[in-house]
């Protein structure tokens, strides 16, 4: 019998659920060539669902989803609602309550995609970023005194134990391991100044290196250095693990030196669980309904999810196409200047499979 597995769709607001259509079509496509099924179950997590019910998220949406092999997200943000509670409501909530410790964010620069680094090509650009996702400074630890007055204070603070950390960074190594191009991991941290959070990742990155993965070898960047290097020498890069916010503005940086926010995709990652996979571009309200946004980066996740799931050859296949079609078809990787429709893309992709 055919392997099976069950996915949870949440196309989400704005051009989500149209990158989402398309990266079902090219998931559907490589089911079908390497003989497995996939069921997918949508759900109507998002703004409008929000302005129609006012619930965010159903108490019930965290363990729903757990029945599922894996989840496929669109994009979260509506313009009618406040920046913040979506995000918050349900990015974040299910990341959390998932335990996605883990998000994962290649930087690959596909062949015919411009980059705006200079001189630098696909040979230069491919390395992954492994974000701690649970933990420091979004874990909401703070608060308020002295609200709205000039004295006020305000406190957020970066959490991290020892236990977090060290998950994170087991995951890292792992993964530079099984990657196998350079074997070479960076931990991307701030430890001149913040002496306590990442004085922990600092010992715990060298403690766990050097006892069970001494064959990979170990680099530590300051987070400002980092994007310095990222934009001159991103071929040093092989994998980078990092806290939560620093990986997610790092990953901003990166995305844009792969083509930008039409193609970078990330795997929200419970390797013990439930695992969920979006692309990092928005929402793009403005572009709705136009059928003109970029689903590479949707069609891209879909690659990512099969590799999770074991499908690695389909997703090799996937991402092969992807490089086709880049390499060779589309004139830009921007809403509407592609030269073809946000359905064409999904079309010649899935054709190459
Ligand atoms: C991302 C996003 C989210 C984050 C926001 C929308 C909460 O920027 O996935 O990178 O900060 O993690
Ligand atoms: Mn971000």
Redesign the pocket.
């Known amino acids: 019998m055919s392997k099976s597995y069950n996915i949870a769709v949440l196309p989400g607001d704005g051009t989500g659920p149209e990158v989402v259509i398309e990266g079902k079509k090219v998931l559907k496509t490589a089911a079908d060539k390497f003989g497995f099924k996939l069921n997918f179950e949508e759900f109507d997590f998002g703004g409008d669902r929000y302005l129609r019910t006012g619930e965010v998220l159903p108490d019930s949406a965290s363990e729903e989803m757990k029945k599922f092999d894996s989840i496929f997200l669109g994009a979260?943000?509506h313009p009618d609602v406040k920046p913040g509670i979506l995000?918050?409501g349900i990015?974040?909530r299910l990341r959390f309550e998932l335990d996605q410790y883990i998000n994962l964010r290649p930087v690959k620069l596909y062949p015919g995609v411009p980059t705006p680094l200079k001189d630098k090509g696909p040979e230069h650009i491919d390395y992954v970023v492994v974000r701690e996702n649970t933990g420091g400074l979004y874990t909401g630890i703070g608060g308020f005194t002295m609200k709205g007055t000039p004295d006020e204070v305000a406190v957020q603070s970066m959490v991290y134990n020892r236990k977090q950390v060290e998950r994170c960074l087991r995951y890292a190594f792992e993964y530079t391991r099984k990657r196998n191009k350079n074997n070479k991991l960076a931990l991307c941290g701030k430890t001149n100044v913040l002496t306590y959070t990442y004085d922990l990742w600092e010992r715990a990155f060298h403690e766990i290196g050097q006892k069970d993965y001494s064959e990979i070898k170990r680099e530590y960047y300051h987070v400002d250095a980092t994007c310095m290097w990222m934009v001159k020498n991103p071929e040093w890069f092989d994998v980078i693990v990092t806290g939560n916010m620093f990986g997610?503005i790092i990953?901003d940086l990166g995305a844009i030196t792969q083509g930008g926010m039409g193609i970078a995709a990330g795997g929200n990652i419970n390797p013990e669980g439930v695992s969920m996979f979006e692309p990092?571009g928005g929402s793009a309200p403005k572009y709705t309904g136009k059928n003109v946004i970029n689903p590479l980066a949707s069609i891209a996740c879909g690659a990512m999810m099969l590799d999770h799931l074991g499908e690695e050859e389909a997703a090799l296949k996937i991402e092969e196409a992807i490089m086709d079609v880049t390499a060779n078809k589309l004139k830009d990787m921007g809403a509407g200047r592609m030269g073809y429709s946000t359905t064409e893309v999904g079309d010649l992709v899935a054709e190459r499979i």
């Open positions: 979260i943000g995000e918050k990015l974040l997610d990953t990092i």
